[in-house]
């Protein structure tokens, strides 16, 4: 059980060393308001004097402090020597020819035997981050003390609390002060030390308070009763460290702290502890083999070794995931480039493999809350392209008069007696012609999917590509550069087909309606609805009797210009104009349906030829070719920064981390019981 804090000193070291707080360690935190006594406390379990102090609030950073217990200088210098004690021996630092000393962390190597100047060092260092003023800083200054005198422990000293900013304190210091307490109290695996003085009211505890927000039940809360020797005549704290007013789980001891006379004075610690011993029995007779500053320490030392043993097979455990976890962050940033050329075929290969794979629909991570590469191109031809091309109508913009003025233009100067070819190819035309912009827009859409697809691949291929920015950008400005010039011969191929259906109306297609027919039954239909031809042919003379439509009478000496004046908009059509209307537009709808069936069938797979497999066939040798030269290897596989700092910080704590697991290692099982 006694190896157990020196274990998780050891530990605290080691992780430490790469600034690491993924593990929470066992260990005491000092919590107390400003003046509470909170620094005698711990001057007390060292027995000598080393902390700032002053008025106002002197802790000011975090001081994790941890107490080594060593073999006193002359069983040492034994050691030394070589008489009856085994060299090396665990505590024994032969080295140091003091009695007491003391370690900083960021004073590496450096021995500090009078702790005068250990005060120097925390107050240079707290003023070094904190300002000279009274500001405050979470950055803790580590501090080890080895002495015969102390038992092991692992405390850590927390600025007082406080209400009122002074110096150049900010505003809200009470809730700063508050924010870093409850990050240190909040770790499960610490022990709370509050501290509040016995002549204030006990109710009105802010440690007690804090202590409560997070450990509600007070499991791993010890509370003490400093400055007992202040309480005013006539009372004293019984009923409190019986624990009948607030009762404390781990239990609550009293002590008496070394007045401000006794420390300007230089009052030794050890006659300070004589004090509280003789006030103890005068004033406490029934609790002094439970109260002083003795007691308090050998009480934390037990508490922390039992909450240390508890901890520790979840330490354990921890410690074993977390290995675990950064050795596959570790193999993930690979290793440093050595083969520069055998490096970079190797991740050109495998983003054009992931890049194919991707619009096949077998690539490894396939996407679940979009459709991506070949199943987007799907959509985009089956349910985008072909559903717009749906929705065109085939007469959509041809009115009845725009279809009459066809056929009139392509008669001339002569009435027709049938309805003119040339007027049915120049309408159908007009409407292939509506076919070409939703066409090329679908080649815009697969255009940008393949352009997705890029970023797609850079967000799941190997993590080999995110580790060269360089080769990044080059990968995608390659492949950008590819589609961008596969694009306008793919336009151009689509602009081919609409021009290629322009260019002749075959009227003789199998599927294509013939003409004799339309017009034999839009005459029978016609037919039907007349009475019996009579009232056509008489409408025939009316219209021929009747002044023409759409001009007026002249008066007599008036001169009209024809030319100028206006066609009527719309106009009822003669039975013979419904009738040459009506087959033109039955003939441009079902020639439509048929070069609408053939662009439908034909752009997606001019889209495909032309765009799509052709990059998937140029892919790997255009990559290649544009980035497989010797003078750009070295440029392009030069690493980020950040993924050499982030591998640099894994194999750190990856290291961490085994070390931990082999100092925990060491603990026999039988040893924690």
Known sequence: METL????NRLQEVFLTVGAEVIQLPQIVVVGSQSSG???????LVGRDFLPRGSGIVTRRPLVLQLVNVAPLQERQKTENGNGVRQNAPNSHPAVKAEEWGTFLHCKNQIFTDFMEIRHEIEAETARSSGDNKGISPEPIYLKIFSPKVLNLTLVDLPGITKVPVGDQPEDIEAQVQEMILSFISNPNSLILAVSPANSDLATS?????????DPDGRRTLLVISKLDLMDAGTDALEVLL??????????????????????TQKSLEDSMRDELAFLQRHYPSLVSRAGSRYLAKTLSRLLMHHIRDCLPDLKTRVTVLSAQYQARLNGYGQPVEDHSATLLQIVTKFASDYCNTIEGTARHIQTSELCGGA???YIFHETFGRTLQSIDPLGGLTDLDVLTAIRNATGPRPALFVPEVSFELLVKRQIKRLEEPSLRCVELVH???????????????????????????????VTGLLRKRLPITNEMVHNLVAIELAYINTKHPDFTDAAQVSASVNSQQAEGLDGGKRWKNEKVSEEKAPAAGFGSPSKGQAIN??????????KLSAKEQRDCEVIQRLIKSYFLIVRKSIQDSVPKTVMHFLVNFVKEHLQSELVGQLYKQPLLQELLIESQDTAQQRTEVAQMLEALKKANNIISEIRETHLW
């Open 448 to 478: 940008e999917e393949l352009q997705r697809i890029i970023q797609h691949c850079s967000s799941f291929s190997t993590q080999e590509l995110l580790r060269f920015p360089k080769l990044h950008d080059s990968i995608v400005e390659v």
């Open 376 to 378: 987007r191109m799907c």
């Open 206 to 214: 802010d440690a007690l308070k804090l202590a409560r927000e997070v």
């Open 562 to 571: 024809l030319l100028d004046t206006a066609v009527p908009a719309s106009r």
């Open 5 to 8: 804090i020196p274990t998780i």
């Open 243 to 264: 624990g009948r007013v607030i009762p404390v789980k781990l239990g609550i001891i009293g002590v008496v702290n070394r007045s401000q006379h006794d420390i300007n």
């Open 38 to 44: 909170k620094s005698s406390v711990l001057e007390s």
